[in-house]
Structure formats: C-alpha cells, structure tokens
C-alpha cells in the first residue's frame, strides 16, 4: 500500500506540469490581449499570432520529444524547459516591437514541449492501468483550475499593476508549478523503480525508454480520422482566449469578459472529469460523443447571446470543449490504436491538436479584427462538429484495422 501511494504522487507532480503547460501558459494569456493591442497599437490577431508561433514550435518538438528523452536525461530536459517557458515569459513584460514578442514566444514554445502534454500523459499511462480515466481526466481538469483561477487574476493584476507585470508574475507561476516534478525524485516508467502500473497484477520487465519495438500503420483509416478530428475539433480551444473580447463585442465590460473565461474554465474542469469518470462507466466513444453534443449547444447559445446571462452559460458550456481534445483525445489514442502504440499514435495526433488550437487562436481574433463580431466563429463550430461526428464514427468502426 506504501509503494501504491507513489502513483498518486506522481499524478499530482503531473497535474502541476499541466497547470503550467496550458493552464498558464495557454488558457490565461486572453485578459493580456486588449491592454497589450492598445498600448502597442497592433491588432488582436497579431499578437495572438505569438501564441501560434509558441504553439507550433512545441507541436513540432513534441513530435520527436519521446525519441529524445529517457531515464536519465528526463530531468535535465524538464529543467531546461521549465526555465525557457518562465524566463521568456517574464521577459514578455519588457516587450515594446512585435518582432521580440515573437522570438519569445519562439522560445517557450521549445520551453514547453518539455513538460508539455506529449510528456505527461506519457507518464500517466505507464503509471496508471486500473482508473486511467480518472488519473488522466485530473491531470487534465489542472488546465481549466488555472484557467479559471488565474484569467481574474491576472485581470486584477493588469488592471493595478498593468500588463508588464502581470508577464513578470506569470513567469515566476510556471516554474513554481513546475518545481516539484523537479525536485521530487520519480521514473518515467514505474517498472524502473520496482513498481507495477496503478491496477496491473502481472510482473513485466522494467524498460528504460518510453519507445517501444514493432510496427505501426500511419496511414489506416482509424489513424488518418482520428487525425482530421484532432485538427478540427481542436480549433475550438481558441475561443475561450477571447471571451473577454467577445463580451465586449456585445456591449459588456472587461470584468464581465473575464469571469467568462473563468466559466470556461470551469466548464474545462468538469468536462474533464466528466468525460474520465464516463469513461470508466460507458465507454469512451459515448462519453466524447456526449461532451461534443454539449459544445453544439454552447456555440448556439453564444451565436445568439446578448446579455451577461446568455454569456455566461454559453461560456461555461463552451469549456467542455477541452475535454473532448485533451483527455477524450488521450482515450481515443489509447482505446483504437493501444497501449502498445500510444507513444507512437499519440505525440503525432498531438500535433495535429496542437496545430488546430495555435490556429483557431490567430484565426478567432482576426475573424474579430476583420468583421467586428464572433458570429462566424459560432458557425463555425457547429459545422465542424458535424464533420466531427461523422470523422469520429470513422475511426470508432474501423479501429480494428487501425495496424
């Protein structure tokens, strides 16, 4: 029972690593927009265009992170990429030209990809095979809880010490959360330390690197869906960057616009949660089917929204969203293509979420800067989620062939 308890350990070491990674340094940096767009008088659009470029650098490192790191190099990688991300970050405080807002962001986003998603669902699934949906689903929700806490935060912090400060304060945050993955000692693998996965009961041999032999087809159907649903349905994560610009667009204040993003937040957290604990109950294709439907109705709502209320409600509907392309994606990866597959399935359809969500952050702010509402942005996730419905039933039905 002693040695057990180690597995929750080191699922709240990851939980840090996920309030960073995305918590901070993704689903907080919406508040920073307005103040930064006026003072250095550019548009939305470009300064959102930091975070794709951040983005996409820690997709395309994500892609070949597992071949790089192993037991004995992997907390010297986290090190080295928890004080990229927090350094470059303070250093957005001192930021006066787009083009050194852009080699910051270049540089976190290498930061990044060492603590990132690839990384921590990594190591959830090799310490968890008993309640992985659950495991997963709370390392996840850290996301939306940093999220939600953080954006008034950093609202508050703006509004009395502007946004400069607020960068400085949000550097020091992504390594404080990131310290104790540091700093406690633990495996990549528990096998490497004499423990078995959380729930396994058969005896394996201990590996010391997270790849593994065989082949993998890259080009099934089941894969080339599950990639096509992984770019479009993560395009939807960029809107609740801008909540607080949409409240805004309808006549409501900047303080309405951030508890918005506080309410996506919160819809982040329990659809994640939700979406882990359906899992364990009625399988994971009805649990993301039943998330998706409820990000339909959101985008109706707000399509439609013109008064705090509506708002808010669409808001906190419109967070379930991360659910289906965090941990839902995670159960996708792990349910057609296996355990044995999902360092090699997942990191790729990762990237492909990753791409989608630095998109849809540049894409939502222009769709602003260039019409002057959101609307299209609504209709857009209603006919993408019909196209995801259809992409998911896909990979569902022919995830027998997915090797």
């Not at 840090?16 to 250095?40: K, Q, R």
């Not at 294709?285 to 985008?299: G, L, N």
């Not at 019409?371 to 990979?395: D, R």
């Amino acid at each position: 029972m002693k040695k057990m308890s180690k597995h929750w350990i080191v699922m709240v070491l990851m939980c840090g690593l996920s309030a960073a990674a995305i918590g901070i340094c993704a689903n907080c940096l919406g508040v920073f927009y307005t103040p930064m767009s006026n003072e250095l008088n550019v548009l939305r659009g470009t300064l959102a265009n930091g975070s794709t470029i951040s983005s996409f650098i820690t997709a395309i490192i994500s892609l070949f992170i597992l071949k790089l790191i192993n037991e004995k190099n992997y907390k010297l990688y986290l090190t080295a990429g928890v004080l990229l991300a927090s350094i470059s970050t303070a250093l957005f405080s001192s930021v006066n030209s787009i083009g050194f807002f852009y080699v910051l962001n270049i540089i976190r986003g290498f930061g990044v990809s060492a603590f990132g998603a690839v990384i921590y669902t990594t190591i959830i699934n090799k310490w968890f095979k008993q309640n992985l949906g659950l495991a997963t689903s709370i390392v996840m929700s850290f996301a939306g809880i940093l999220g939600a806490l953080g954006a008034p935060v950093f609202n508050m912090v703006i509004e009395m010490m502007g946004w400069r400060t607020g960068f400085v304060i949000m550097g020091v945050a992504i390594f404080l959360f990131c310290l104790p993955a540091i700093l406690y000692r633990y495996s990549i693998d528990p096998q490497n330390e004499g423990l078995l996965p959380y729930g396994e009961t058969q005896k394996v041999e201990a590996v010391t690197s997270v790849k593994v032999n065989g082949k993998f087809n890259y080009f099934s159907v089941s894969f080339i869906t599950v990639l096509i649903f992984s770019l479009t349905m993560s395009t939807f994560t960029g809107i609740s960057m801008h909540l607080s610009g949409f409240a805004e667009s309808i006549g409501l204040s900047s303080s309405v616009g951030a508890f918005m993003i506080s309410l996506a937040m919160i819809g982040n957290i329990s659809g994640k949660l939700i979406v882990g604990s359906l899992s364990d109950r009625i399988g994971w294709f009805k649990s993301v089917m039943i998330m998706m439907s409820i990000v339909v109705v959101a985008a109706g709502i707000l399509l439609v929204a013109d008064n705090a209320m509506m708002g808010y409600a669409g808001s906190l509907l419109i967070g379930i969203n991360y659910s289906v392309v965090t941990v839902g994606l995670v159960l996708i990866t792990k349910n057609i293509f296996g355990s044995e597959n999902y360092t090699r399935a997942y990191p790729v359809i990762s990237f492909l979420s990753s791409i989608g969500s630095a998109m849809a952050n540049s894409l939502v702010a222009y769709a602003y800067d260039f019409t002057g509402k959101y609307n299209i942005v609504f209709i857009a996730v209603l006919m993408i989620s019909a196209l995801g419905y259809i992409l998911l039933i896909t990979a569902y039905k022919t995830k027998g062939k997915a090797n």
